[in-house]
């Protein structure tokens, strides 16, 4: 016999470490420390509930258990084989207990269906992917025939995962309707957003179903060829792309007449240099042929003049991965899950200063609190939720009061930011914002094609303004200014990079304004990050004199006597911190 | 290897690949061995996952264990890499995170040959298209 005790770090925080150990005790005590185990595991996902304890093998769920119900635990349940019933989890609907955790699915809040054979399956094994129904969707889809198939996509609800959210179903719609000698289906792999990972971790975990949807976008509309523009930086995920192409071909599931269908179908790789604005489809297409990579105005679409000049379209990775799925379970199954307008799940790359860093994957309409809170396990040290950014460069940062904001396209827009590819950042309340929204523009503003002006010399216009304001220098009006430029940039540049860029600046100035106006008005950074607006003070009456901090300050910044409070000259000190770290007694504080 | 050339083939294909891995999962094979699985996207092998993975193709073939070990792709579980899933024949598979080669030792010596479970079991917190 096990039990399981939640090692979270929430649940840590609740004490479950005394659990474990007024458990063995209470087991010791019984004399049945060697029949039955205590084990400290890793988060359940179920903070809320927590702290957590399991029972194996019969499936028990214990949910807020305190040390002092550990003697409960062992003298009924393990001893008498009763189960505690206090301590289990109560269906909020029925207000039944509910004993057996099998039938509490319902409190996983992930639904794996883009991930649902990544950390399942060899990626460099295709008959590993078939025993998982692979490539049978390609198969119905030959019997439905493409019309058919197209309208399953339609039906489906499923969005283009990049970011922008365009129905795919209607993007191949208008592809199979432009008539040509050739056209192309691409794979934009081309995934830039600093802190997402979802597409590199589909190809490297399963390759095939991209391969594979790829193949089903080809047939519904008439293409041949297939292109996976992929960043030259993923060199394990081209590698087993790679090898997923050439086993498939080699099973006969790429190449000429599929499944004895007559259609014939192959995909090539092109490798991009890492440039943030190739993720823009007509940049992307531009790149694969040799030109420079830089977007045009669309129209045209590419779905009527794409790769060289023929109809192509171009979905990403994510929105490949659904595909097979949809395909084989039906567009109802996949639209009953999600929100009216989002349908489906959607992968998040969830990373900053939460606990559970990770991939995830949720249903269309969870909420921002549930990702966090749950899922991630809530923020790291125990420090406050302050801000999460959505959307990469073009996306925002939402706040505490956006907290139960089902997550989706449309409610994501109407409160400033965006879905984006999926990133999602945590902050806590050392991160100072004013900051941040420079971070993301000295990315845009690295990454700007350069092609417009706006973008071009407006983002770097931006970017000083911020700097100025971070160093203590900025005015009221350079915070106007913010504002009526990052509204010029989104109004006339002419690609998604710039219409979108300034939504760092203006979210953060929507929801925390306040922390402009301390950095403009009191020259101060209230979350102590702006190195120019800080000062490092020694406390005269708590310091000892007791010289460590002299000692080890860098450039001699620190004078004093022995045994007498010392002082820190402002104009030499470069705000390194190593005096705080030494110091003992606590003397030493930013202000 | 023959192609595939019909969707009649591949569906004969699944069942026969299928019953290969049930027979290996449920043990009802005499031949049921010991499968692990180490998350090898470029999260996990940036941990560590690689030295863990020929650590356990060394140590089992050195303790004489019949097992089968894989790579797979990431398992979500980033902020404990590298993690791995073991299973044992007849039983539900187990995800254990932070594995460095001597918690590999600990795997091995408590919970392969003993059935013992050790710390740092990651709890399944997500539902599969199959259970939905």
Redo the contacts between chains.
């Keep these: 016999m ?1 039990m ?1 005790v ?2 979270g770090t929430g649940c840590r925080a609740s004490a479950s470490d005394a659990i474990v150990e007024t458990l063995n005790s209470e087991l010791a005590a019984k004399g049945m420390e060697n029949e039955v ?1 205590v ?8 903070c809320e509930k927590g702290p957590i304890v ?1 029972i ?1 093998p019969d499936n028990t769920f214990y949910t807020q258990v305190t040390p002092a119900d550990s003697a409960e635990i062992v003298a009924e349940h393990i001893v008498k084989g009763r189960k505690v019933n206090r301590l289990l989890y109560t269906d909020p609907e029925n207000k039944e207990h509910i004993s057996d955790s099998k039938h509490m ?1 319902f409190y ?6 883009a ?11 295709v ?2 992917y ?2 998982r ?4 969707a390609i ?2 889809v ?2 439905m025939g493409a019309q058919a198939t197209i309208e399953q996509m339609k039906k489906s609800g499923l969005r283009g995962r990049g970011g922008g959210g365009f129905p795919t179903g209607l993007k191949w719609e208008i592809a199979s309707k432009n008539h040509a000698d050739q056209k192309y289906v691409v794979c934009n792999a081309d995934e830039g957003d600093p802190g997402a ?1 979802m597409d ?3 190809l ?3 390759p095939h179903s991209v391969i594979e949807a790829m193949t089903i976008n080809g047939f519904c509309i008439g293409a041949t060829k297939g292109l996976v523009y992929i960043r030259a930086e ?1 060199p ?2 081209i590698k087993r792309l790679q090898i997923a192409i050439d086993q498939a071909r ?4 790429l190449g000429k007449d599929i ?2 269908s007559g259609f014939d179908f192959d995909i090539e790789l092109r490798y991009g240099a890492g440039a943030f604005v190739c993720g823009e489809e007509t940049a992307l297409i531009h790149s694969m042929e040799g030109e420079r990579g830089e977007p045009t105005v669309k129209p045209p679409f590419p779905a009527e003049s794409g790769y060289l000049g023929k109809p192509t379209n171009v979905n990403n990775v994510e929105t490949f991965a659904n595909i097979p ?1 949809i395909i084989l ?1 039906g567009a109802e199954w996949f639209s009953a899950i999600g929100s009216e307008k989002s349908k489906g799940t959607k992968v998040f790359a969830l990373a900053g200063k939460i ?7 949720v249903p269309m309409g969870t909420t921002l609190r549930e990702v966090i809170y749950e ?1 991630g396990g809530g923020i790291k040290n125990g420090k406050k939720f302050k801000a999460v950014q959505t959307g990469g460069p073009s996306g925002g940062c939402l706040t505490e009061k956006h907290l139960d904001t089902p997550i989706d396209y449309d409610n994501l827009l109407a409160v400033g930011s965006m879905m984006g590819s999926g990133g999602m950042i945590v902050m806590d309340e050392d991160d100072c914002m004013v900051s941040v929204a420079k971070f993301y523009l000295e990315f845009t503003v690295e990454e700007s094609c350069g092609k417009c002006s706006p973008c071009r010399i407006g983002n770097k216009r931006l970017h000083e303004l911020l700097e100025r304001i971070t160093k203590g220098e900025g005015t009221m009006e350079d915070l106007d200014r913010l504002r009526n430029l990052s509204h010029v940039i989104k109004d006339s540049s002419l690609c998604g990079l710039g219409q979108t860029s300034p939504n760092p600046v203006l979210s953060t100035l929507d929801n925390f304004y306040d922390e402009y106006v301390a950095h403009v008005t009191e020259r101060k950074c209230p979350a102590g990050q702006c190195k120019s607006l800080m000062q490092y003070v020694i406390d005269q009456e708590a310091c000892v004199g007791c010289t460590a901090c002299a000692r080890n300050c860098p450039v001699n910044a620190i004078a004093g006597d022995r045994k007498k409070p010392h002082v820190i000259d402002t104009s030499i000190c470069i705000k390194c911190g190593a005096c705080i770290e030494k110091c003992k007694f606590n003397a030493i504080s930013i202000q | 290897m023959a192609k595939v050339k019909s969707l009649a083939d591949l569906k004969k294909m699944k069942e026969q690949l299928q019953s290969k891995v049930d027979l290996r999962e449920k043990g009802e094979d005499p031949e049921s061995r010991v499968q692990i699985k180490v998350a090898m996207a470029t999260c996990g092998i940036a941990s560590g996952a690689k030295t863990v993975m020929d650590y356990f193709l060394e140590e089992l073939d050195k303790r004489s264990i019949d097992a089968v070990i894989t790579q797979t792709g990431c398992m979500g579980y980033c902020y404990a890499e590298p993690t791995i899933e073991v299973k044992l024949p007849g039983q539900e598979p187990v995800v254990i995170g932070y594995v460095d080669v001597k918690k590999a030792d600990e795997i091995i010596e408590k919970y392969i040959k003993n059935g013992e479970l050790v710390d740092g079991i990651i709890p399944m917190n997500y539902n599969t298209i199959d259970n939905q």
């Excluded at chain 1, 084990?39 to 179920?46: A, D, E, R, S, Y």
């Excluded at chain 1, 996983?108 to 269906?113: A, D, E, G, S, V």
């Excluded at chain 1, 991930?115 to 094994?125: A, D, F, H, S, T």
């Design positions: 096990h399981l939640c090692g185990q084990i400290m595991t890793g988060c359940f996902g179920f399991k194996l699915g996983k809040k992930q639904l794996r269906i991930l649902r054979n990544c950390g399942v399956i060899n990626p460099e094994n008959e590993e078939i025993a129904d692979g490539y049978q198969g119905k030959f019997e990972f590199r971790s589909i490297e975990g399963d993923y394990l995920a080699e099973y006969g599931l499944l004895g799925v379970k606990n559970n860093v990770g991939l995830i994957e899922i």
